[in-house]
């Protein structure tokens, strides 16, 4: 394994509200080591750790955490923090008179301020979804700017909502992003959109078939041979050299389908998704099909069981009667096909649907290397990935892994209180 953050001289970055690691995975890539990942979903934890062996996983939530505890846990003592970045969730607006950030249901990006000013590193990244640019949205925007500026932080204004597509990614994503500098750092700049698009098929066109494999009737991965050509899906694949990712190797075989646990639909639902036009929305799933040529709709991760166990749409694949499957989704994100998610359907498209595309985060992670004029050098020599069993803990196990309470995320239920599901999404997640 690579030496850790404190020995390898790359610049240091801090993931608040980690996930399963899209913008840990960007920054890595733009040329930062991730000393420490915060997430309170202890599934998301053991999946972050899976593909991120050399950073800190501290599972537990913000509000519990301080500067100097996230210090101390990753090992990194008083050096020098350059980055910390995260996508608070942000749910609530207070009534006239009062201040957003004081509403309960904002604590958590009153947290990451409070853990920017602790840490205090060099800048500081704010992601988050773009209506918060919109209406009496706008407003909370404008507090955290403040309660930002107050703690001694320049914040690069205008904000930006930026496009995954206009990045390299084949997807239709747009993201506030929302950028800083400490009082003695030179502000950054956002990243230029670049002129190229990457399409449906470009992403996706050279995996095999899932419905091919009757292990993955089972298992999420299978052996398989299989030829690439088009460059975004060989860089995916590990297949070319990319240039402008600084991201440390790792061992995996390429010949390894992983994340593709199949889904089986009924033939009813095969034939509707047949008759479907490419880009249009079948009527009875609401599900989209994609067009080889376009661009992926926004992938979304849907709501836990707290909040009516909401699953969103699968989109339907370009030629096949059937959704598409989890490294489908991955490929449509930009992840690299080394990188895993959790073995079951549910968890690993909420991974990838809740999640940053590695390749819109190294945009801005590259932002951060240039201001804080540093030359990226890419690492050699691969890195081991985590135990697979990671990735097929169910919750308990993996509450108990990292010795947190059993109950501290919302459960999924396979049944609610309504009927919200047809029978498209029931098979897609089964």
């Known amino acids: 394994m690579h030496s850790t953050t404190k020995a390898s001289g790359r610049p240091i970055g801090i993931d608040l509200f980690a996930g399963a690691g899209g913008l840990s995975l960007g920054f890595e890539q733009a040329g930062f080591d991730i000393a420490a990942a915060v997430e309170i979903d202890p599934i998301h934890c053991a999946t972050h750790e899976f593909n991120f062996p050399y950073s800190k996983v501290i599972c537990a939530s913000v509000v519990n955490l301080s500067g100097a505890e996230i210090r101390r846990i990753a090992g990194i003592g008083q050096a020098q923090v350059d980055v910390v970045f995260g996508g608070a969730p942000c749910q609530g607006f207070s009534m006239i008179g009062k201040r957003a950030l004081d509403d309960a249901r904002n604590q958590l990006v009153f947290h990451f301020v409070r853990l920017v000013t602790e840490l205090q590193p060099k800048y500081?990244?704010?992601?988050?979804?773009?209506?918060?640019?919109?209406?009496?949205?706008?407003r909370f925007l404008n507090e955290l700017i403040d309660a930002l500026r107050e703690s001694g932080y320049q914040v690069l204004l205008p904000y930006e909502v930026l496009n995954a597509a206009d990045f390299g990614v084949p997807q239709d994503r747009r993201r506030l992003f929302l950028m800083g500098a400490r009082a003695d750092q030179r502000l950054p700049s956002y990243p230029a959109a670049i002129e190229t698009r990457i399409s449906v098929w470009d992403a996706i066109g050279d995996l095999p078939d899932a419905d091919f494999f009757s292990e993955l009737l089972e298992s999420d991965a299978a052996h398989a041979s299989w030829k690439t050509s088009a460059p975004y899906a060989k860089r995916m694949r590990g297949l070319v050299n990319?240039?402008?990712d600084f991201s440390y190797p790792r061992q995996f075989d390429k010949n390894l389908l992983t994340s593709s646990l199949r889904t089986r639909h009924s033939d009813i639902s095969q034939a509707r998704f047949l008759t479907t036009a490419n880009g249009q929305v079948e009527p009875i799933s609401r599900f989209k099909k994609l067009h080889p040529e376009g661009l992926c709709n926004t992938l979304r991760a849907g709501t836990d069981s707290a909040r009516g166990a909401f699953t969103s749409p699968r989109p339907i694949h370009p030629h096949l009667p059937r959704v598409i499957t989890v490294r489908e989704a991955a490929r449509l994100h930009s992840y690299p096909d080394w990188f895993r998610f959790h073995a079951t359907k549910w968890h690993g498209f909420r991974q990838i649907g809740n999640s940053v595309p590695p390749m819109l985060g190294r945009a801005?992670?590259?932002?951060i290397i240039n201001a804080l004029d540093i030359q990226p050098v890419k690492p050699v020599g691969p890195m081991r990935l985590g135990s697979v069993s990671l990735l097929n803990y169910q919750m308990l196990n993996a509450s108990r892994y990292f010795g947190v309470a059993g109950n501290v995320i919302a459960q999924r239920t396979r049944t609610t209180g309504r009927d919200v599901l047809t029978q498209d999404?029931?098979?897609?997640?089964a």
């Open 364 to 367: 801005v992670g590259r932002r």
């Open 124 to 138: 500081f990244v704010f992601e988050n979804v773009k209506g918060l640019t919109l209406g009496k949205h706008a």
């Open 425 to 429: 999404i029931k098979e897609a997640y």
């Open 242 to 244: 990319d240039p402008v």
